[in-house]
């Protein structure tokens, strides 16, 4: 017969019981804080990077597109062998608590790493990580969810994640305002944070999500869970439409070089604009949330790839105004709150119980590979034609693609 571990005392499990009545579980909120430690850590590296390669390594637009092809993507090696191994052993915690400590260590790789090839490998090491770390992560929020609030938990933890994702930049502005080519000031106290997210991930979540599980004589037996039963029409869909606009996503970093090109603020204020983004996706993040799960998670995680094009078309035409600058960057994190969370909701609902991580992490994989291939394109393109005519390009076909994927996705949704 089959029996839910949640139907057990959390005692038996180390699994806790699905919230109902719109209420956050603890697990959601516990993993939020691990995500805000890790964030801090991992943003405030961040948010010194473009500047720092372009500008003191003296890379060009084309090997930092490369550097940040490898932050966008390179995760994507491990998602889906990462989330089926949470599926397959139902204990997502260690799986998840494997990445995070993975990028602790690459935290500390940075701290001596020298030129291109140190900090690409440095680098690499954190994005496995945090590609070993999310589909877990992300499936022990979705099963100690209400499914009908499920919008709403992502978004508290995203909110959470942001807090992090704010402080970091704002902790590397501080840092590098008071002492000058701190740079590796910040990333010691980047390494400080990791090790503490790593901590709270080891002491305080628990090992399993209390999913279906098959019991024989009295014994919960390991569920042998192929990947291919995650592949359902549906997921496919989301896969292929999300991958397509994941194409037209540059990173942040090269929507701020391209306002700094536009003299709209000055070099030292960089760190700054990753936390005027997060703070519009912390604002927003829970609102998005409980919109998704009213109007519907595919029509938001779509449409609000529109603040994406309308940041392109900013940072396109800005002639050095302030306005400008502060409209950009506040239409990045209306995307990043629209589509971040929402992304893991709705690839969460379309895939059986049993293979939730792994239906997560191929979704995932898609944005994740299809953004290596935007960085790394967009940084030749910039090469070629400049900064303006690459954005204008982009935004084009960004505002095209939009309608079309939402059609695709209407069908998957019902």
Same mark, same amino acid.
């Given at each position: 017969?089959?029996?839910?571990?949640?139907?057990?005392?959390?005692?038996?499990?180390?699994?806790?019981?699905?919230?109902?009545?719109?209420?956050v579980?603890?697990?959601?909120?516990?993993?939020?804080?691990?995500?805000?430690?890790?964030?801090?850590?991992s943003?405030?590296?961040?948010?010194?990077?473009?500047?720092?390669?372009?500008?003191?390594?003296?890379?060009?637009?084309?090997?930092?597109?490369?550097?940040d092809?490898l932050?966008?993507?390179?995760?994507?090696?491990?998602?889906?062998?990462?989330?089926?191994?949470?599926?397959?052993?139902?204990?997502?915690?260690?799986?998840?608590?494997a990445?995070?400590?993975?990028?602790?260590?690459?935290?500390?790789?940075?701290?001596?790493?020298?030129?291109?090839?140190?900090?690409?490998?440095?680098?690499?090491?954190?994005?496995?990580?945090?590609?070993v770390?999310?589909?877990?992560?992300?499936?022990m929020i979705?099963?100690?969810?209400?499914p009908?609030?499920l919008g709403?938990?992502?978004?508290?933890?995203?909110?959470?994640d942001?807090?992090?994702?704010?402080?970091?930049?704002?902790l590397?502005?501080?840092?590098?305002w008071?002492?000058?080519?701190?740079?590796?000031?910040?990333?010691?106290?980047?390494l400080?944070?990791?090790?503490?997210?790593?901590?709270t991930?080891?002491?305080?979540v628990?090992?399993?999500?209390?999913?279906?599980?098959?019991?024989?004589?009295g014994r919960?037996?390991?569920?042998?869970?192929p990947?291919r039963?995650a592949?359902?029409?549906?997921?496919?869909?989301?896969?292929?439409?999300?991958?397509?606009?994941?194409?037209?996503t540059?990173?942040?970093?090269?929507v701020?070089?391209?306002?700094?090109?536009?003299?709209?603020?000055?070099?030292?204020?960089?760190?700054?604009?990753?936390?005027?983004?997060?703070?519009?996706?912390?604002?927003?993040?829970?609102?998005?949330?409980?919109?998704?799960?009213?109007?519907?998670?595919?029509?938001?995680?779509?449409?609000?790839?529109?603040?994406? $094009?309308? =940041?392109? *078309?900013? !940072? %396109? /035409? @800005?002639? &050095?105004? #302030? +306005?400008?600058?502060?409209?950009?960057v506040?239409?990045?994190?209306?995307f990043?709150a629209?589509?971040?969370?929402?992304?893991?909701?709705?690839?969460?609902?379309?895939?059986?119980?049993?293979?939730?991580a792994s239906?997560?992490?191929?979704?995932?994989?898609?944005? $994740?590979? =299809?953004? *290596?291939v !935007? %960085? /790394? @394109?967009? &940084?030749? #393109? +910039?090469?070629?034609?400049?900064?303006?005519?690459?954005?204008?390009?982009?935004?084009?076909?960004l505002?095209?693609?939009?309608?079309?994927?939402?059609?695709?996705?209407?069908r998957?949704?019902?």
């Open positions: 017969m089959y029996l839910s571990l949640s139907d057990r005392p959390a005692t038996s499990t180390g699994a806790e019981p699905r919230r109902s009545g719109g209420r579980s603890r697990t959601v909120v516990t993993l939020g804080i691990v995500s805000l430690l890790t964030d801090i850590s943003e405030s590296v961040a948010a010194i990077l473009p500047l720092y390669l372009t500008a003191v390594v003296g890379l060009s637009p084309v090997a930092y597109g490369l550097i092809g932050y966008q993507g390179v995760s994507s090696l491990v998602r889906i062998a990462a989330g089926w191994a949470a599926d397959r052993t139902d204990r997502p915690q260690p799986v998840a608590l990445g995070y400590a993975m990028s602790a260590v690459a935290r500390l790789g940075l701290i001596f790493a020298g030129g291109f090839g140190t900090i690409s490998a440095a680098i690499s090491l954190d994005r496995v990580g945090k590609g770390r999310t589909a877990p992560r992300d499936a979705a099963a100690s969810s209400d009908a609030h709403r938990s992502f978004g508290v933890h995203r909110a959470l942001t807090i992090g994702a704010t402080l970091g930049p704002l590397a502005f501080v840092i590098l008071r002492i000058a080519d701190g740079y590796d000031t910040v990333l010691v106290v980047s400080g944070f990791a090790v503490l997210g790593v901590a991930m080891a002491f305080f628990p090992f399993r999500t209390g999913a279906v599980r098959r019991v024989v004589s919960a037996a390991r569920p042998k869970v990947w039963a592949l359902t029409p549906g997921l496919l869909r989301l896969t292929g439409v999300s991958g397509v606009l994941a194409l037209l540059v990173g942040d970093g090269f701020y070089l391209a306002l700094l090109e536009t003299g709209g603020f000055a070099a030292q204020w960089f760190p700054v604009l990753y936390v005027g983004t997060n703070l519009a996706y912390l604002a927003l993040a829970v609102p998005m949330g409980r919109l998704a799960d009213r109007v519907g998670r595919v029509r938001v995680l779509v449409l609000g790839h529109l603040p994406l $094009a309308a =940041a392109y *078309l900013c !940072a %396109a /035409t @800005g002639s &050095g105004a #302030l +306005w400008t600058t502060c409209a950009a506040l239409l990045l994190g209306v990043y629209a589509t971040d969370g929402t992304l893991a909701a709705v690839a969460g609902q379309l895939v059986p119980e049993t293979v939730r239906g997560i992490a191929t979704a995932q994989t898609a944005v $994740a590979l =299809a953004r *290596l !935007a %960085a /790394t @394109g967009f &940084g030749l #393109l +910039w090469y070629a034609v400049g900064p303006r005519v690459a954005m204008l390009a982009v935004c084009a076909v505002v095209t693609a939009i309608p079309a994927g939402l059609a695709v996705l209407r998957a949704a019902r």
